[in-house]
């Protein structure tokens, strides 16, 4: 298979491009990366020399750009997206451009190339706050802030393309997600990066919104199955089944720095905030995907690689990341 695997720079996609050349030794892999703030080539460097790798610089939002490059691959998977709630909530205008202009973009190029299959990398915020029960494929989409609002307007069209032009798209919808590689403003590694720097750990209102945090190899290996196994038209839930809530998050990070709970500051809550997202996970399950890596055991592995990689972390958290820092947290007492 040759893929375009479009922010392939960043977090997971990163992860899936080093995993597909790992694991599929026939396939090729081109990467579209916009090189925001969050894509990083260093993600890449271990790639970088592979014959079956070519990399891209540019805009999905640029059909000029794209359209070439999907007609030299077989698929797209799509990563590309603005991809930090916070951010939404600040600079809403990004998320539409990329995660909904971008998608369409993306979706006419595929359509114009004729491709078999495109797989759009959507996430479980879509679902919007869950009380209670956990949400299936084929429930109402909720979304509640810009950013799910942004992702579920790309799903929307990648319905359009499937149901108007018979396009074989497949859509996954991922849990939170956590690993080595991630830009350190989603909670994990900045609590872990913080800790390891003795900076106090942020956490909205009173720390009991909970998320499923699902291994960033387990949700590549979910990506991976649904692409080459999944049925084309049809959307994927891929969850660990976990429901661990902001405390936890800090009490697991501090205890495995042995740092002081005293460490963990209050702040104010996110505008918004979504309690609780839950996934069923029995559609991915029945195509023979199930997860492999627990929280603890996840949550070392990732503090293990944050203690050994200062040099690909510490260089990000300056400049622009402190700007965004001070006007995001503010103190439960202001
Ligand atoms: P990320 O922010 O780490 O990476 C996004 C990548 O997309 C970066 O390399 C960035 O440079 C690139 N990009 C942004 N805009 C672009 C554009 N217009 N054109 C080309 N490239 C562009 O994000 P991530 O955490 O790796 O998430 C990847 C995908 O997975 C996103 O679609 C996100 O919505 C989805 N997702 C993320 C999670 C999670 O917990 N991180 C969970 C479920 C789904
Ligand atoms: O669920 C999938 C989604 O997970 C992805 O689609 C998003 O791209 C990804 O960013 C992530 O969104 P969240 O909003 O769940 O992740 P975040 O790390 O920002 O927040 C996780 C939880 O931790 C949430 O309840 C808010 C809380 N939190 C977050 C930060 C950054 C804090 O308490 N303090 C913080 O400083």
Not at 196 to 216: E, K
Not at 267 to 279: M, Q, S, T
Request: aromatic share 10%.
């Amino acid at each position: 298979m040759r893929l375009l695997v479009t922010g392939g720079a960043g977090f997971i996609g990163s992860e899936y491009v080093r995993m597909t050349l790992r694991e599929h030794a026939e396939d090729s892999v081109v990467v579209l990366d916009k090189l925001t703030y969050a894509g990083n080539l260093a993600n890449l460097e271990s790639v970088r020399g592979d014959p079956r790798y070519r990399f891209v610089h540019g805009d999905i939002a640029d059909a000029a750009i794209v359209g070439p490059l999907a007609a030299e691959v077989d698929v797209i998977v799509n990563f590309a997206a603005e991809s930090h709630v916070d951010r939404s909530l600040e600079a809403p205008g990004q998320f539409i451009q990329t995660d909904v202009y971008g998608t369409y973009v993306l979706l006419e190029a595929a359509l114009r190339a004729g491709h078999e299959r495109f797989l759009q990398v959507s996430t479980d915020e879509v679902y919007g706050d869950v009380e209670s029960g956990r949400s299936r494929e084929a429930d109402a989409l909720r979304p509640r802030s810009p950013y799910s609002a942004s992702k579920a307007g790309g799903e929307m069209l990648v319905w359009a393309y499937r149901a108007s032009h018979g396009l074989p798209a497949i859509i996954t919808r991922g849990s939170n997600t956590y690993g080595p590689h991630q830009y350190p403003e989603k909670i994990i590694p900045l609590f872990i990066t913080n800790a390891i720097d003795d900076l106090p750990l942020p956490i909205y209102g009173d720390g009991s919104a909970v998320r499923d945090y699902l291994f960033v190899e387990d949700h590549c290996r979910g990506i991976d199955t649904a692409l080459r196994t999944g049925e084309a038209g049809c959307d994927y839930n891929i969850g660990l089944g976990s429901e661990v809530s902001g405390l936890e998050v800090a009490d697991t990070v501090l205890a495995a720095l042995d740092k002081p709970a005293a460490l963990k500051q209050p702040v104010r809550d996110r505008p918004g905030h979504d309690r609780r997202y839950a996934l069923d996970t029995s559609r991915m399950r029945s195509l023979g995907w199930e997860p492999r890596v627990g929280f603890a055991d996840g949550i070392r592995r990732t503090v293990d690689w944050y203690l050994a990689n200062p040099s690909w972390w510490r260089p990000l958290k300056s400049g622009e990341f402190w700007e965004f820092y001070r006007r995001n947290y503010r103190r439960v007492t202001e």
